[in-house]
């Protein structure tokens, strides 16, 4: 099984800021690496998918990069309503999903 | 408008049966796979089960097979999993699932339906 490993677990910023949010894959996964948010009491959102694609409606300031064993999600300038959870996810054998970055205002 | 909505969750004994729902609309529902993934409380993700759009073909984690049963009826637009022999640990959130290529990748997610396990 690929493991998926996010870091760091929580990030402390203020709103305007740039977040950066990593996910390592134990071995490669080619670019098949999507991300999603979740906001507290809401279902998991698609943001990216193929590690640097734009999912439907997901504003420019997200963008993903990354290919192999090493991806980062960018917010480029925090809005109030990025504060949340991002999981990362590898679909390149079988699935799994990373551990999670919480996203917390600082 | 284009959706899925589960239903059926609630509290349950351990070792009893629950039978979750899932309904679509707004899309065609029988050209898609369909998952449930669920979320124990303050934990992150897991993948539960999976369903081809024919419902030929299902699939299921090691930690529930033999234990739930996914199903569809493409007529009604409806998901379904039946769960027996439930144990504390599928204490969740129990969302259904749109995969939008065929290969695990989750575009369109309902909100969930809680599921609790306890005495």
């Known amino acids: 099984e690929i493991v998926l490993t996010q870091s760091p677990a929580t990030l402390f910023l203020s709103p305007g800021e740039r977040a950066t949010l990593s996910c390592r894959a134990s071995?490669?996964?080619?670019?098949?690496l999507a991300w999603y948010q979740q906001r507290p009491g809401q279902a998991p959102r698609l943001l990216i998918y193929d590690a640097s694609n734009r999912a439907t409606g997901i504003p420019a300031r997200f963008s993903g990069g990354g290919s192999g064993t090493d991806f980062t999600l960018t917010i480029s300038s925090l809005e109030p309503e990025d504060f949340a959870v991002y999981y990362c996810q590898q679909r390149s054998s079988s699935l799994t999903f990373g551990g999670g970055t919480k996203v917390e205002i600082k | 408008e284009v959706q899925l909505v589960e239903s059926g969750g609630g509290l349950v004994m351990p070792g009893g049966f629950l039978r979750l729902s899932c309904t679509a609309s707004g899309f065609t529902f029988s050209n898609y796979n369909i998952h449930w993934i669920r979320q124990a409380p303050g934990t992150g993700l897991e993948w539960v089960s999976s369903i081809s759009s024919s419902g030929h073909y299902t699939y299921y984690a090691d930690s529930v097979r033999g234990r739930f049963t996914i199903s569809r009826d493409n007529a009604k637009n409806s998901l379904y999993l039946q769960m027996s022999s439930l144990g504390a640990e599928d204490t969740a959130l129990y969302y259904c699932v749109r995969d939008s290529t065929g290969y695990y990748l989750f575009d369109l997610w309902g909100q969930g339906t809680l599921v609790t396990v306890s005495s």
């Open positions: 071995q490669s996964v080619s670019s098949y």
